[in-house]
Every structure is written in C-alpha cells, then in structure tokens.
C-alpha cells in the first residue's frame, strides 16, 4: 500500500506518538516543574514561597551536601574501579577457547542481579553485623586478633555498600564485556600471537581497543548508576545515614530534604544540581570516546597512507 | 500501565464504609482498642458514630498521611502518630499542619489540669495544640538483678550516675583482677539518638529550646556527650550496643553482656513478650542523676490521637478522641496490656499501679514510673527536630572517634573537642533555621516562645 503524501509525513508521529506523550507527561513536565520548584521553598505543594536561585547558593554552601557529594564519589570510584576491572577480568576468564560449564559460571556470576536490592540488603546487613556477623566471625576465626566487634556498618559503611553492590553487579557487568568479548576479530588476536606478541600486548592494542565503546558504556552505565544510589545505603542503615554521616548519598540527602523535611523546592535543587553532574559526567564520555575514535580513524588513514 | 491502572482507579467507585475511619500503627494499640471500639460500635444508634480501625505500617500511614496533608486531601478521621510521624506534620508554617487544632477543645473541657503537661508539648506548635497524649513514657534503668544482687551490690548506693560507674564498675572485672570482655554495664551506643537525646534532657539539656530553635551547643549537652564518649569510646568503656529490636541483641540481653539499659515503660512490655527469658531476672530502678537531688528520669517515645482538619463533625470525633485516651477503663487496660501508663494524672492514684510484676521479680513498676512520671522533662516540637538530632548524633560520633584516637583519662580531657563539634553541628542546624523562609516569618512575629511557655504553664 502506497500512502498518501501527507499521510506520509503524518503516520511516522502517530506511530511516536505515545512514546512521545509519555516522555512529556513523566519526563519533560516534572523536569520542567522540579526547575520551577527548585525556585521555590516548600512544605508540601500546597505551601511555596519564592526564593529566587538561593536553593542552589544554599546547597553549594551546604557542608552536608558536600558530605554526601564525596561519600557518593568514593562509592563511584570505588564501584568502577573495583567492580569493572573484575568484570572484565571473569568475562575473559569466561572467553576463554575450551572452558567448561560456561553457561553454568555466567549463570552464576549474573544471578545475584537478579535478587532484589531489598534481599542484598538483608543479606549484607545480617553478614556485617559486629558480633554475630558471618564477616566478623570468619576474620577473627582467620586473624585471632581481629576484632570481633569491628563496626562494618559504622566506621567502613562505604567499603560495606562497594562489597555489597560488586556482588550484585559484577555479574551483570561481565555479560557485557563478555557479549564485547566475543566479538573482537579472532584473526587480529592470532596474528598478532603469530608475530610474538605478549598475552598484555595483545590485550592492550587488540582486545582494549575493540571492547571500548562498550566499555565507555558499561563505564558511564556504573557512574549513574553509583550516583543513583540510594536503597542499598538506606536498608543497610536502617534508614539512617550512618555515623557521622558517612553513609549519606547524594540521592538521599534529596530523599531526605524532599520527603522527609518536606522541602521539595530544596530537593529540587539538589536533583538539578546531580543532574548537570551527570550530563557533565556523559558529554565527558561522548568527548573521551569521541576522541579515541578519532584517533583510532586517523591511525587507521595513516596506516592506509603507508600502504 | 501507569495509565491504564490511573483508568482503572478513576472509574473504580470509592468504597466508604459508614462511620469515622481510624488509623493506627501499632499493633498492640489495635489490639486493646478493638473490642472497645466494637462495644463503643454497638452502643451508637447513629450509624455515622461508629469507628472503623485501621492497623497500617508505621511508614506506610506516615506517607499516607502526609501526603494528604500536603496535598490537602482527605485521609482517616482519627490518626494515630508516633512522634517521629506527627513531627513531619509540624514542620511547616501553622497554617499547614494537617491536624485539627484541639487547643480550644482542651481547654473547653479542662484537659490542660486532668493530663500531665509535658505530654502535651510534642503535639504542639506555636502554643497550639494538635494532638491528644497516649502516653507519658518516664524512663528508668533496667537492670539483670539476678548478676547484680549476686555480686553483693545494692542499687541503694546509687544515685548518680558517677556512684552507678562506682558501686558497679567490679562487675566488668574477673575474680583474677582482669576485664572482661564479655560484659559491659550500659546499654548504650554512639549512633542511639534515641538514647542520646533522653540522657540529654535528663541532664538538663537538649536539642531544641522552647521556641523550636536548635540549641544543640550548650555547656551542659557538650558535658553529657563527654561523658557518653566515656562510656563508649573511652580507654576503659563501660557501655556497649545490644540491639534492643533483633535476635542478636535479645540473645546478647539473656547472656547479661550488659548489666543495665535505658527502660521507658513501653519496654517492658516489649520484653515480656521479645525475651520471656528475662522474666524473674530483671529489676528496675530509677535512672542515676547527673547531680544529688538531680532528675532520676527522662523520655523516649510518645503517641497522640489527631484529627485531621479534612476530617467531618470534629466534635463527635473529639467524643470518640476522649474516650479512648481519657477513660479509666482503657487507661487500665494500656497499662495491664501494654505497660504504658496513662497521662491521665487523676488515675495515677489507681490501685492497680501497685500491683507486684513478677517480670521485675515482684517490683510495683505501675507505681515506680508513677513516681517518676510528674519529672519527666519536656520536649519540644520544632521543624528542626530531626536535623538537630542529626547533628547533634553526629557530634557524638565525632567526639567519640577522637576519644578512641586520644584515649583520654578524664571526662575533662574531652570537653573542648565537644563544644568544638557542638558548636559545628549547631552552625549547620541554624544554616537550616536561617534559610527557612516560613520560620523566620514566624519568628518574627516573637510568638513561638511565648506560645510554648504558655502550653508548659
């Protein structure tokens, strides 16, 4: 069937348009009223004064959301930098010709994605508790002198959440590399084996360049997720933001101001505030992956200049 | 999907049962009220008298009913708020508490002189009243008499808390001289904010002054947290944490790993029913004072009975309010069911708060927290609450992770860090004051003080 012209430019939003309806009722609109909020002080929406941009003065100059900020920075850090190598490290463990039960190991290393949040909460809660706890229990029966009552969830609450958080995801963010794994040119890895080079060298100028891009995504799937964090925290302290407030999040301090004191304008500010953080965080990737691309195009043209 | 259950909401009928709807969030509340509310049922001719209760989570009703208050729509008739709760409910300008003013019921019915004025002022803003007191919640020491009496020590010796480090420090020692690690002598942890705040106002102090401010950097709170650091952090700790809600902390009560911990009455019915175990082991006695002659006492916990403003006919819900909270029978029955004692002083004379609990091994407890009940110290409802108490936990931490550090001799050797860390918490509290557009509105019409002085008189 041939279409009309004119329903031919109109067909295509029709098919969009409940997409496009549904992004702009649930993301465009709160979007745009969380800035407008972020104007305002609240008790509720039925109470508002406008402050002008004094909620973003206030949360630049909050010690507490500087607290927060750097809390959920060593939780970033520490999630990237531990859980993304280790990935990465078992999905070529995994990729590796002649290794057995691998649907089984991936299996396993994936479900604990599968658990909910609330379940490793519990789980982590229950094996990070000072006297009784299986972590506790199992170091001092190692180590005599270790401390039976060492405070996890008091002193170390970030090492508890990065603990937490790499068994759930490391799993899930193995499949990825492993998918990318599998499709880096096999003649490249054997030629270069074929000319002498090192398992690292191999590694570093065939497999590295060809997992990047999903690696540049895994990577930036990590920061917002790990900027996003907020349940895992919240169960393991009870709700609470821990001693001294070393398990405050950027996300619930939001939670906290919005929806516990009731300062939506405040909250909103904090959530604008996260937000250019983030889309600092992804034109930062674009521009990085952006460049080794290029770079990658402009060896490649020199290489074809040689020939 | 969001759309289609908004669908299936929208045109699904509202399905209203007939009479007031009321909500609680403890189970035992509606276990006791339950009958009562069925005879009350069926005594009203008037169908739209009855009382239909409702047992929701504590969280869930907290966002049920603040989320109708916020929005200004209607929720249940009568609520049932823990103060953690109804706080919420206070934080914004007067005019946006979602609950009724009853302060003109109150008065009118001469309940200012009949119930215990302390318990008035967390349910109260700006000298109003929004809110009916459930309870009084006066606090003592529970102690394991069993180890205690055993070791030849009696708790008459003890009146403040430096005779109580005294008279039972000998328990933390081997017959060999050497310390145990197995037992401490209090109950009590850096992050307790609960319990940090009763021993702050049991010395005098506390977090938020009468007008709703943080006053969280006076000398007498940086001398309690020294004290605490002490306690926990110091080189030789007396206090340990024993979860008072989980398996592992009633296993840790039943092993006597501490000899004594903070008891409002609402406890004991806890531990009746969590760790039978400690029945005929227990005894409780006054908490030590922080000076001779000083406050034996101090509060933790505390519910009200409010009506909220979109609630219809506020009188015969009044009615109702009265009845549960202000009767004889049901103050009785609070107390042999659950523990509490009424705020209702003219039944304090009653005798069945005399009578011997075999759980604290045959001590009159109805009458021990009696006793204490016309001491307990006041608190005062504030938007700031929970920020200051943040702060102020925080502080503690602080200045417990520097005696851990330092390992001080003397409670002295602590205090300047602690007014150092008060003095920043209560900075970070008054940011939140000073930013706060529909506080110092209030404020400037000087009326918060005045107001709660007037509520305390």
């Not at chain 1, 070529?92 to 599968?114: E, W």
């Not at chain 1, 090192?198 to 060809?210: M, N």
């Not at chain 2, 019915?269 to 006492?297: F, H």
């Not at chain 2, 931490?397 to 001080?408: I, T």
Request: aromatic share 10%.
């Amino acid at each position: 069937m041939i279409l009309p012209d004119r329903s031919r430019s109109v067909f295509p939003w029709l098919l969009l348009a409940p997409f496009l309806i549904l992004v702009a009722l649930f993301t465009i609109t709160p979007l745009f009223g969380a800035a407008v909020l972020s104007t305002q002080q609240t008790f509720g929406p039925g109470t508002t004064r406008f402050v002008g941009l004094s909620n973003f003065k206030n949360v630049l100059a909050d010690p507490l959301f500087w607290t927060a900020f750097k809390n959920t920075l060593i939780f970033t850090l520490g999630s990237v930098l531990v859980q993304l190598p280790l990935a990465l490290m078992f999905a070529m463990l995994l990729n590796q010709p002649g290794v057995r039960a691998r649907s089984f190991f991936r299996l396993v290393l994936f479900s604990p994605v599968l658990v909910g949040v609330v379940y490793v909460a519990m789980i982590f809660f229950v094996l990070f508790q000072k006297r009784t706890g299986l972590v506790n229990q199992l170091l001092h029966g190692i180590f005599p002198s270790w401390d039976i009552g060492f405070a996890w969830l008091d002193q170390y609450i970030m090492v508890a959440l990065i603990l937490a958080t790499l068994w759930q995801y490391m799993g899930f963010n193995m499949v990825y590399f492993l998918a990318a794994l599998q499709n880096v040119p096999k003649e490249l890895d054997e030629a270069a084996r074929i000319d002498g080079a090192s398992w690292w060298k191999r590694f570093r100028h065939v497999t590295l360049p060809a997992i990047t891009p999903v690696g540049s995504f895994v990577v930036l799937l990590s920061i917002i997720g790990s900027v996003q964090v907020f349940e895992l925290p919240y169960l393991l302290l009870q709700g609470s933001t821990g001693v001294d407030n070393k398990g405050l999040t950027i996300v619930g301090y939001l939670y906290q101001t919005g929806f516990q004191s009731g300062d939506l304008g405040y909250a909103s500010a904090i959530g604008w505030t996260i937000a250019i953080v983030l889309a600092a965080c992804a034109v930062l990737q674009r521009m990085l992956s952006g460049r080794t691309e290029q770079q990658r195009g402009v060896k490649r043209a020199t290489r074809g200049g040689d020939a | 999907m969001a759309v289609v259950t908004g669908l299936i909401a929208m045109v699904t009928p509202e399905t209203k049962r007939e009479g007031a709807s009321m909500w609680t969030f403890a189970r035992m509340h509606a276990e006791m009220y339950g009958p009562e509310l069925e005879a009350w049922n069926q005594q009203q001719t008037d169908p739209s008298r009855r009382v239909n209760l409702s047992l929701i989570g504590v969280q869930a009703m907290e966002q049920r009913m603040m989320s109708a208050f916020l929005a200004g729509l209607p929720s249940a008739d009568l609520i049932e708020a823990e103060r953690r709760n109804a706080a919420r409910a206070f934080a914004g300008p007067l005019e946006s508490v979602g609950f009724l003013d009853l302060t003109p019921y109150i008065e009118r019915d001469g309940l200012m002189n009949k119930v215990n004025k302390a318990s008035f002022l967390p349910w109260s803003k700006d000298g109003r009243i929004f809110g009916l007191p459930h309870d009084v919640h006066p606090m003592m020491m529970a102690y394991r008499a069993d180890i205690v009496e055993a070791a030849g020590i009696d708790v008459n010796e003890i009146e403040t808390w430096d005779d109580f480090e005294r008279v039972m420090r000998l328990l933390l020692y081997k017959p060999d001289g050497t310390r145990r690690t197995d037992r401490y002598l209090l109950n009590m942890w850096e992050t307790q904010i609960d319990l940090i705040e009763a021993v702050l106002l049991q010395a005098g102090g506390g977090v938020i002054d009468a007008s709703g401010v943080p006053v969280i950097d006076s000398e007498v709170n940086a001398r309690t947290i020294s004290r605490i650091a002490m306690w926990t952090s110091g080189p030789e700790p007396i206090a340990a944490e024993v979860s008072f809600w989980d398996a592992t902390g009633h296993q840790l009560m039943r092993d006597g790993f501490v000899i004594a911990t903070f008891a409002p009455d609402w406890m004991c019915n806890y531990w009746r029913k969590e760790v039978p175990q400690l029945a005929g082991k227990m005894k409780l006695m006054p908490m030590p004072a922080w000076e001779k002659g000083g406050r034996r006492t101090s509060v933790w916990g505390g519910t009200m009975l409010g009506i909220p403003k979109t609630a219809q006919d506020p009188e015969k819900l009044w009615e109702i309010a009265k009845h549960l909270y202000l009767s004889r029978e049901l103050a009785h029955e609070l107390y042999t069911k659950s523990d509490i004692v009424t705020p209702v002083r003219e039944f304090w004379s009653d005798d069945i708060y005399d009578q011997p609990d075999p759980f604290f091994m045959g001590q009159p407890k109805g009458r021990m927290y009696i006793n204490l009940a016309p001491d307990v110290p006041d608190r005062f409802s504030s938007p700031f609450g929970a920020i200051a108490l943040a702060r102020t936990q925080g502080a503690v931490s602080q200045l417990c992770a520097y005696a851990r550090d330092v390992k001080p001799q003397r409670e002295e050797d602590l205090l300047p860090k602690a007014r150092e860390f008060l003095a920043a918490a209560q900075r970070d509290a008054m940011r939140h004051v000073n930013r706060n557009v529909f506080f110092a509105a209030r404020d400037s019409s000087e009326q918060s003080s005045d107001a709660a002085a007037e509520v305390t008189r």
